[in-house]
Nanobody, 119 residues
Framework: QVQLVESGGGLVQTGGSLRLSCAVSGRSIFSFKSVGWYRQAPGKQRELVEEITNSGGTNYADSVKGRFTISRDAAKNTVYLQMNSLKPEDTAVYYC????????????WGQGTQVTVSS
């Protein structure tokens, strides 16, 4: 069974930085079709922030281009999201998600971590 545990959220001022962590258990993070970060602000739909595929390609929201970076640590089986130059509009609950290859495709989510950026 795949389990995800996020950490690293908190309160930060505009322009500050945070690094989110997603510790994965049950499978190697390199065995997944993709691993990624999503976020959901109050009253809005959950949206992709950035993901990295099994082949190493990345997809990301235009709003975070040049500011956020996703990475993987094989030794710790952990996925990170480095967030720089944070803005109030980045305020949301951030979720880690992994996608399993084998059909049917399965998605696993973490419990979420709150990020609040004050102006």
């Amino acid at each position: 069974q795949v389990q995800l545990v996020e950490s690293g959220g908190g309160l930060v001022q505009t322009g500050g930085s945070l690094r989110l962590s997603c510790a994965v258990s049950g499978r190697s993070i390199f065995s997944f079709k993709s691993v990624g970060w999503y976020r959901q602000a109050p009253g809005k739909q959950r949206e992709l922030v950035e993901e990295i595929t099994n082949s190493g390609g990345t997809n990301y929201a235009d709003s975070v281009k040049g500011r956020f970076t996703i990475s993987r640590d094989a030794a710790k089986n952990t996925v990170y999201l480095q967030m720089n130059s944070l803005k109030p509009e980045d305020t949301a609950v951030y979720y880690c998600k992994v996608v399993v290859f084998t059909p049917p495709e399965m998605h696993f989510w973490g419990q979420g971590t709150q990020v609040t950026v004050s102006s």
